[in-house]
């Protein structure tokens, strides 16, 4: 799998701009997910990305200080292409008349934020199961 470092450097800024809205130092947020800050720099230049349980800590502290529902969903489909290398918008570019892909894009769109919290796990797994499949076949 190809790595996209313009989603990652996406999610970055993202990130960055949820932190000056709710004035947190990348110090701060590395403590509160027991990482170094540099390892919050590196993900906010792009040039790595969260595993999926740091990511979900980090979403709940949004969601615990009030970030709000647009920046929340916004980091989340950020995240999702980042990691998966799997871009949402550009599905709504390819649907043509299939309705199965068109339901699917409606339910991620009305995700709880809870089902979402789900959803990223579950998608986190399924990468970790493609890696070690990778892994193992020497792909």
Known sequence: MTINLTRRKNFGRKLKVIL???DIRQNDLAKKINVGRSY???VCSG???FDGEKSAAIYD???KIGVCEQDLQEYSRLYIAA???FDLNSLGNSLGHDPLKSLIIED???LTEINLKKFRRYQEQLLDKQR???KDTGK
């Open 20 to 22: 000056a809205k709710h």
């Open 40 to 42: 919050i720099n590196q």
């Open 47 to 49: 040039m790595t990305i």
């Open 61 to 63: 502290f949004f969601l």
């Open 83 to 85: 990691r998966s290398n």
């Open 108 to 110: 991620m769109e009305i």
């Open 132 to 134: 070690n499949d990778d």
